[in-house]
Structures are given as C-alpha cells and as structure tokens.
C-alpha cells in the first residue's frame, strides 16, 4: 500500500502565521483513512489553527498539506470542501433563525428544496441523531447546546464525506449527550469515514480514538496508537499534565 493512500490527510512542516503572530511552528500530521484521530493538547497549544489551516481559513505560511493525492495548501475553503471534506468549528457555524430543516437543507448542496434531500441518507442521520428529527421545524436558536452540536454535525455528514474534522464535539455538553456523541462517532467511523477531532475530554478521547497526536507549542510532539497513549501515564502526565 502506497503513502498516500495510507494518509488520507498528511500536514508537512506546516508553519502559519496570524497577523504578527507566529502560530503553528512545523506541524507534521497523518490522518490515516478510515480511522479516527484525536488532537489533544493544552489550551493554545495551536489545535484548533492546525484544523483551520487544513480548511483554508488560514494559509500556510511555509509546508504543505495533502488530502489523498491533491495539495490543498494554497486551494481555497470551498475548493477544499468540495473534494470531500467536511469542518465542524468550535462555535458549531449553526443559523439560529433558520428551521433545523432549513439549516440542514443549506447543507444539503445539491438540493434546492427537501423533498430533493436524500431521504435514505436522512433517515440514516435521524437514527444517529433522533433530536434532529424531532425538532425538525423548530428554530436552531431554541436547541439546547447538545441539540444544536448534534445538528452541526449532521449539516456536515448530510452529503457524503471523506473526511470529517471536528473541534471540540463534547465541550460543554452533558455525559449523557456525550455518549450519544460518542456512539454516533463510532457510527459513522464504521460507515467508512476518516474522522480527525480536536477533544478536551480525555475519556470521550481514549474510547473514540485510534491514533492519537498531542500538540504543544504549535508542533506535534507526539503521535502513535491512542492504545499505547492511554497505557503510558507518564507520557500524558508530561505531555498534557494529567493521567487518563
């Protein structure tokens, strides 16, 4: 099996730069396809410019970043996404005015209105995320937290995507909207997609995590099996300053 078709995604010696700031200082990543890999790292440790580099909200200032066998580095967000790549921010990117239908059907790129939504794929994100179905012709804005991260992650899957990347899913939410996280992850990661997440939640981590990349000082310090990352107490005790 070739590199690239190992990697999915492969960041190189990613540098960037926001206005005066020096962010990322040589990020090296794989993502490797069909797997899920968790960013762990301190607050600032640059996770979240690595996720928004890798879109093209924000441009390498040096290295590259590949997606399959396609540079992405200097391509353009839309570009990007349309290769197959689907991004849920921090801030879940969710319309608050808009119906949850109306806000899936915006999603929904190739259909002008719902009956032209795919209903099997629908059907499909319902059962891994009943509350969108249920508040269907609700307003996004009166969903709880949970509800409304629920709903952005559905926008994100309600085409088929490749590549799903994540920040922080479970911030804030409670265990019992985590779990239900938790299993739609899996879900999803069974049905063939390559997931990349940025988590603070150690748990929700080490029970949805295959690889593992710890980021600190804008570089990947540390990358492997999120297995042997969770058996090594002292490697989480110096990396992220606590144990599993």
């Not at 762990?40 to 979240?48: E, H, I, P, Y």
């Not at 179905?133 to 937290?145: I, M, Q, R, T, V």
């Not at 002292?234 to 992220?240: A, D, P, V």
Request: charged share 20%; proline share 3%.
């Amino acid at each position: 099996m070739s590199r690239m078709t190992t990697n999915l995604l492969e960041m190189k010696g990613v540098h960037t730069h926001i206005g005066a700031y020096h962010i990322l200082h040589g990020v090296d990543l794989a993502v490797p396809r069909g797997q899920l890999t968790m960013l762990l790292g301190r607050n600032g440790a640059g996770k979240t410019t690595t996720l928004r580099t890798l879109m093209g909200l924000w441009h390498a200032s040096q290295g590259s970043v590949r997606f399959g066998d396609t540079d992405i580095t200097a391509m353009r967000t839309p570009q990007i996404a349309e290769l197959g790549i689907a991004y849920v921010p921090e801030n879940m990117g969710i319309f608050s005015d808009l119906t949850v239908k109306e806000n899936m059907l915006l999603a929904a790129r190739k259909a002008k209105n719902a009956e032209q939504m795919d209903d099997a794929r629908l059907k499909w994100i319902f059962q891994l995320f009943p509350a969108v179905e249920k508040f269907w012709n609700h307003p996004a804005g009166k969903l709880s937290g949970g509800q409304k991260q629920m709903l952005a992650v559905s926008r994100a899957i309600v085409e088929p995507r490749e590549l799903l990347v994540v920040d922080e899913p479970s911030k804030g939410l409670a265990p019992a909207i985590i779990n239900n996280m938790i299993d739609a992850f899996g879900e999803l990661k069974r049905s063939g997609v390559t997931i990349l997440l940025v988590e603070q939640n150690i748990s929700f981590a080490q029970r949805l995590g295959d690889q593992v990349a710890v980021m600190d000082n804008g570089r990947v310090v540390h990358s492997g099996s999120m297995a042997a990352f969770s058996a090594d107490e002292q490697l989480q005790q110096s990396l992220l300053g606590l144990a599993l």
